[in-house]
């Protein structure tokens, strides 16, 4: 069965931290792993990832795949009170159609 | 780029009663769509593929009449939630793709979303 475990659960840290969160799968036929931030409503893009050991950054955000371990690390440096929210990792997989099979979700809260 | 519309983003309704949520793909043709199932402070759970012309593929667990999916035309995906109850209340997400990829790069887009409350 297609699994996508994200760890920890949940997190509390203050503002100006790095936090590392983390991402792994068990997929028939990967395509490709995205991470997701959600706040209220619809998750918002982050990153797509399709290939091992290369960085995707955005600000202060970073993100890596090793499809060796299958997982992939979500870095969050100097964090922000508005960095709370809970962050998805999905993984695109294909048996007959595509479709994502999200992670667990990390919870994050940023304290002021 | 790709947009996907929600409607309703919120509905209350009373026990046994249907409920229809409707998700449309507004600038593209989606021949696939995704409906998500969300639990407080939970992650999203794939309910059912949603397939242009074609039968619904439900994930293992979800009972596919009580939650009737379809996807009569390439723009709309409809997911009726029938004889509801308190436990069905819940979070409803839709995404899709624009399949010529000219989002490929930005993944699903997600509709809105969709929070039923069922007394």
């Known amino acids: 069965e297609d699994k996508v475990v994200q760890s920890p659960l949940s997190l509390v840290v203050h503002e100006g931290d790095t936090v590392t969160l983390n991402c792994s799968y068990e997929v028939t036929n990967f395509r490709s792993l995205l991470w997701y931030k959600q706040e209220k409503k619809a998750p918002t893009f982050l990153f797509m990832l399709?290939?091992?050991?290369i960085e995707k950054k955005s600000g202060r955000l970073s993100s890596i795949l090793d499809k060796k371990e299958l997982s992939s690390i979500l870095n969050i440096t100097a964090t922000q009170t508005g960095d709370s929210a809970i962050y998805l990792c999905?993984?695109?997989?294909?048996?007959?159609?595509?479709?994502?099979?999200f992670g667990t979700g990390t919870r994050l809260k940023v304290l002021a | 780029g790709a947009v996907v519309s929600q409607h309703p983003s919120r509905v209350i309704c009373k026990s046994g009663t249907s409920v229809k949520i409707e998700c449309r793909s507004l600038d593209f043709q989606a021949t696939t769509m995704f409906w998500y199932r969300q639990f407080p402070k939970k992650s999203l759970m794939l309910m059912a593929t949603?397939?242009?012309?074609?039968?619904?593929?439900?994930e293992q667990g979800v009972e596919k009449d009580k939650f009737l999916i379809n996807h009569a035309s390439l723009t709309l995906s409809t997911l009726t939630v029938t004889s509801a109850h308190p436990e069905d209340s819940s979070f409803y997400i839709c995404s899709a793709r624009d399949p010529f990829f000219r989002d490929r790069e930005n993944g699903y887009t997600f509709g809105s979303g969709t929070r039923l409350t069922v007394v």
């Open positions: 399709t290939s091992s050991g």
């Open positions: 949603s397939n242009e012309g074609s039968k619904a593929t439900y």
């Open positions: 999905a993984v695109e997989a294909t048996s007959g159609t595509y479709k994502y099979i």
